[in-house]
């Protein structure tokens, strides 16, 4: 069965530093997203990205945060310059559909900001 | 608003006693709902979705718009139900967007 790939697993990084965080989505999907989950709390949408352009952000996703299909499999988020509070588990998502299917997801990296 | 309430944070069983797990819904228009199943240490799954009204792994959910539940059950439940299950309601902005309930964990025990 396809999976979305994410990379690295765990990232340790200082504060202030910029990370990227690395999806390969299902090569058919057409819908890309990123969620974040703090230890202990939620899944939260972070962004949605269709056709090359984000589609909707949500109000954690500030100017801090990007994303890029820089060469049509990757799918990356970057935290610019990272915060205590950006520490969470980030997953990555694909679809076919916008959602109505489902989404499959990737099995998440763990940034840790020290 | 649209929201997705679970309210129990642990759900704790004996082996092939019932389950239900509780999600209610706030949202205005007809609602696209979704389980989702998080083993331990393994990826989301998409467990179920209200739409194609299937019966995965013996669970089942039902949309009851007048009390905007979709409450996850299973008649008898096994020790590999173990997991956190989570309610997400598809957002209205055609965007794909998930909006996920807090997760119940349910503890399936011998």
């Known amino acids: 069965e396809p999976e979305v790939t994410q990379t690295p697993s765990h990232q340790v990084t200082q504060m202030g530093q910029e990370v990227i965080l690395r999806c390969v989505p299902i090569?058919?999907?057409?819908?890309f997203y990123w969620y974040r989950q703090i230890l202990g709390q939620k899944v939260e949408f972070l962004v949605s990205?269709?056709?090359?352009?984000?589609?909707?952000k949500s109000e954690i996703f500030d100017d801090q945060f990007s994303v890029e299909r820089p060469d049509g499999s990757n799918f990356t988020l970057k935290i610019r310059s990272t915060k205590l509070e950006d520490s969470a588990m980030y997953f990555c998502a694909s679809s076919w559909t916008g959602g109505e299917g489902g989404y499959t997801f990737g099995s998440g990296t763990r940034l840790t900001v020290v | 608003a649209q929201r997705v309430t679970q309210p129990e944070k642990l759900l704790s069983v004996f082996k092939g006693a019932p389950v239900e797990l509780k999600c209610n819904y706030s949202?205005?228009?007809?609602?696209?709902l979704f389980w989702y199943v998080q083993y331990s240490r393994q990826r989301l799954q998409l467990l179920l979705r209200h739409i194609s009204r299937e019966s995965i792994k013996g669970f089942t959910a039902d949309l009851n718009k007048g009390e905007t539940s979709f409450h996850l059950k299973k008649p008898f439940a096994q020790e590999e139900d173990s997991a956190m299950y989570y309610c997400?309601?598809?957002?209205?902005?055609?965007?794909?967007?998930?909006?996920f309930g807090q997760g119940t964990t349910l503890q399936v025990k011998p």
């Open positions: 949202y205005s228009g007809s609602p696209e």
């Open positions: 990205f269709y056709n090359n352009e984000i589609s909707e």
């Open positions: 997400a309601l598809l957002g209205s902005s055609n965007t794909g967007k998930l909006i």
């Open positions: 090569s058919n999907h057409l819908y």
